[in-house]
């Protein structure tokens, strides 16, 4: 049984996020796939969907809100979870196999290289691997002064790479950043769609615009930043539409 998790609090992402993501990983696995949601809110989310409530930990209250409460899954126990389990960011777009998410380096953290500071060994958390209790060390560390490591280390998966230092980033041609990777430069993005490689399986939509805003066509501006809508411009891309609604 291969075991996914995903995380929702707030407001900002609804169940249907959630549901789309368990219909999207049902389609690109071929094995038996379990879904997990842990979240402060199991409204309308599908009865095939494991739902937990979020598991506990201290953060300072500017940040309760924030991606660190993603440290809260490298606790242990986890719930009923062992072994290999995979975390999947809700705004992402999958896009093919995941069955070999799980057979990549087995026992291993494995996430995405992150985009913006390649070379610097600095991992994405919207996707990554890890086996359950192994690092359990590293949520303890921060448990213990999360005030301090949050003024260190600024986000979370700094934090994380700086602590587990056989980290293996996946190939890159699995992962791409929607924003960073695929969408054209300007000005040809006003009439090209982005363009999905054919060994992509997931793609990240990291701040905005989210898969929604691509299927509207409309990246969205501050009002006090309306110049930039002169290169903050898009067209949908059919793969877009065909993996996300």
């Not at 796939?33 to 937990?52: A, P, V």
């Not at 056989?166 to 054209?184: R, Y």
């Not at 066509?217 to 996300?244: A, C, D, E, H, R």
Request: aromatic share 18%.
């Amino acid at each position: 049984m291969q075991n996914i998790i995903c995380m929702k609090w707030g407001s900002r992402y609804g169940p249907e996020f959630v549901n789309r993501l368990y219909s999207s990983i049902k389609r690109h696995t071929k094995r038996k796939t379990r879904l997990y949601c842990f979240t402060d809110d199991y409204r309308d989310i599908e009865d095939n969907i494991i739902c937990k409530p979020l598991p506990n930990i201290h953060l300072p209250e500017a940040i309760s809100f924030s991606p660190w409460r993603k440290l809260s899954i490298w606790q242990y126990p986890l719930y009923d979870l062992k072994g290999d389990v995979l975390f999947l960011d809700l705004d992402l777009v999958i896009t093919g196999d995941l069955d070999r998410f799980f057979d990549f380096k087995p026992g291993y953290y494995c996430v995405i290289e992150n985009w913006t500071q390649l070379g610097q060994n600095i991992g994405n958390t919207s996707c990554f691997r890890f086996p359950v209790g192994k690092f359990n060390s590293v949520f303890e560390k921060f448990e213990k002064n999360p005030k301090k490591y949050w003024e260190k280390y600024h986000i979370e998966q700094i934090f994380l790479s700086a602590q587990i230092k056989d980290q293996i980033f996946w190939p890159t041609e699995w992962c791409k950043s929607f924003k960073h990777d695929l969408l054209p430069n300007w000005p040809f993005r006003i009439w090209q769609p982005a363009k999905l490689p054919k060994e992509t399986s997931i793609v990240a939509f990291t701040g905005k615009p989210d898969p929604d805003d691509v299927i509207n066509g409309k990246w969205p501006v501050k009002k006090s930043q309306f110049y930039k809508k002169i290169y903050k411009q898009l067209k949908t891309p059919k793969w877009v539409l065909n993996n996300w609604l």
